[in-house]
């Protein structure tokens, strides 16, 4: 492909970096899990809270850091990975006390909210505390990546990088090109992608993307087939299952994304395409206002107990 407009980086002769260290911004589910693979591939890793003013004390951090820990050891329990592998891995991670802290980056991942408001803002700071060699990429689901790099003042060294959920064990990342991103940054985060373990997918910015363009819409109907009483949760999930050989049922594996995130990305499709096939269930809606989030809040389409 050709080189995309906006090739900043090059005009101003700023080296593109083969990617060494990372920075993770959220240290959630997938915030961590990106920390995680990025350890064991060998890169050191700095893993920072989304909020500023509580980098180093956010508990979110803490707990995030707690669960790297659980992961390693569960690959170790398994056979998977060697202790002093592990050992090395933890040994490559450390929290950042403020954005400063990621500057030694080469590559930052946002990892934050689905939210076009908190991402653009961790990146507009993002953009302020990394050197302009810094590539900065976006974790998210949805949103265009085009809109989130006019948040910064490097599009061409702004990228989606949207990971499959649970991190470690999914080998899909779709790679996702905003309209300035240049063939460099694209070049060095497919390498860094594959030395991650995982299988970089090249698609093009549209809501959605390529995965949640066609997901989201499959979990909205069984949510509208359990909220019609056409069957229930059990019963979507198994047709789905057993009918069509999926490995999670649609419902649970919302419940796994998380039901915010879900209607999170489907107000960004309806938006996006102004097209009402993308409508939220109501059930959907009135679930996420309840606080019934899925895995995370222990209560979603299932019930769950304590991890």
């Not at 990146?123 to 900065?136: N, Q």
């Not at 594996?253 to 039901?259: E, K, N, P």
Request: charged fraction near 20%; hydrophobic fraction near 45%; charge should be neutral.
């Amino acid at each position: 492909m050709g080189t995309r407009a906006g090739g900043l980086g090059a005009e101003q002769g700023v080296r593109m970096p083969e990617v060494r260290t990372v920075g993770v911004v959220g240290a959630g589910t997938m915030g961590h899990g990106i920390a995680q693979v990025c350890a064991l591939a060998g890169m050191r890793v700095v893993l920072a809270d989304a909020d500023p003013a509580q980098l180093a004390r956010a508990p979110a951090l803490a707990r995030g850091l707690a669960q790297i820990g659980k992961g390693l050891e569960r690959l170790v329990g398994k056979g998977k990975l060697a202790p002093e592998e592990r050992d090395r891995a933890l040994g490559r991670i450390r929290s950042g006390a403020e954005l400063a802290d990621l500057s030694p980056a080469d590559l930052v991942v946002e990892a934050v909210v689905e939210r076009l408001a908190v991402k653009e803002k961790v990146l507009a700071d993002l953009d302020r505390a990394c050197p302009p060699a810094t590539i900065l990429a976006t974790n998210t689901s949805s949103i265009s990546i085009t809109r989130l790099a006019a948040a910064t003042g490097r599009p061409d060294r702004v990228i989606g990088m949207h990971f499959m959920n649970p991190v470690p064990v999914m080998q899909l990342v779709e790679v996702i090109r905003g309209l300035a991103t240049s063939d460099e940054t694209w070049s060095a985060v497919e390498a860094a992608s594959r030395r991650m373990g995982k299988t970089p997918v090249e698609v093009h910015d549209a809501p959605g993307f390529v995965s949640n363009r066609v997901l989201m819409p499959m979990i909205n109907e069984a949510v509208f087939c359990l909220h019609e009483g056409v069957g229930k949760a059990e019963a979507v999930d198994a047709v789905m299952k057993l009918g069509m050989n999926h490995p999670m049922g649609p419902l649970a594996l919302a419940d796994l994304i998380g039901l915010d995130v879900c209607l999170d990305i489907l107000r960004v499709l309806q938006e996006g395409f102004g097209d009402p096939k993308y409508r939220p269930c109501p059930l959907l809606v009135k679930m996420v206002d309840a606080g019934y989030l899925g895995r995370k809040s222990g209560r979603g389409f299932y019930t769950y107990g304590e991890s």
